[in-house]
């Protein structure tokens, strides 16, 4: 099973932020929070990891709480091009498993 | 720099019939992992190599090998397909042994019939 649960859909407005939940209540010390999103009949593309510091990129933000229980992925100024299956994942390195994702919609 | 290359992108295989997928990975990138992807299952991790060596492995059965080569190229086989081998074969590559910043080919889209 997934270490993490993600809302299944969300919708947001475009232009405006997009803020992406993740719970992963059972993480461990040496897990980081990796985030992917795929196009619809593309390959997965990477967007973002940390382990427990916020992190930032030219793509996305990433939001880790104190107690490393759950994050947020934001897109600052989503477009159209951004609506994806957004997936969440945590890992140490042995394997990794992915769970269903969010599937985000940005509406013009 | 060119990215993850896989081929053939399409393929119709029969019911025990055995398929060999290939993987180019990102020039420099040592690390290549292959993944299955169902509309049940969803993606799921089958293995992954570096430098030759399988350092990873999915709960996949025995049917599912893969290797990889000394110019970091990979190939994953299935024997015996199933109908429900069917799927999007994706492989993705790292520079980086224990990293899961991994960059994705196109993937294969195989069909057993």
């Known amino acids: 099973d997934a270490k993490t649960t993600q809302p299944p859909s969300m919708d947001c407005a475009e232009g405006r932020a997009a803020n992406l939940p993740c719970n992963h209540s059972?993480?461990?010390?040496?897990?980081?929070v990796y985030w992917y999103r795929q196009i619809h009949s593309q390959g997965p593309q990477y967007i973002i990891h940390?382990?427990?510091n916020n992190e930032t990129n030219e793509m996305a933000s990433l939001i880790i709480t104190e107690d490393r229980k759950s994050s947020t992925l934001i897109l600052p100024h989503a477009t159209l091009r951004d609506t994806a299956v957004y997936y969440c994942?945590?890992?140490?390195?042995?394997?990794?498993?992915f769970g269903p994702g969010t599937s985000l919609s940005v509406i013009p | 720099k060119a990215g993850v290359t896989q081929t053939p992108r399409y393929l119709i295989k029969t019911r025990g019939q055995q398929v060999t997928l290939s993987c180019s990975p990102i020039?420099?990138?040592?690390?290549v992992s292959w993944y299955q992807q169902t509309p049940g299952q969803g993606l799921q991790f089958l293995f992954e190599?570096?430098?030759?060596?399988?350092?990873n492995k999915g709960n996949f059965p025995g049917r599912f090998s893969g290797r990889q080569f000394s110019n970091s190229r990979s190939e994953m086989n299935v024997s015996t397909l199933e109908l429900g081998d069917s799927a999007l074969y994706l492989c993705?590559?790292?520079?980086?042994?224990?990293?899961?910043?991994?960059?994705f080919g196109p993937g294969t889209r195989l069909t057993v019939t």
């Open positions: 993705a590559s790292s520079n980086r042994i224990n990293s899961y910043e991994q960059y």
């Open positions: 020039s420099g990138h040592r690390s």
């Open positions: 059972t993480i461990s010390g040496n897990e980081y």
């Open positions: 940390g382990l427990k």
């Open positions: 190599y570096f430098s030759e060596t399988q350092r």
């Open positions: 994942i945590v890992t140490s390195y042995d394997k990794v498993i």
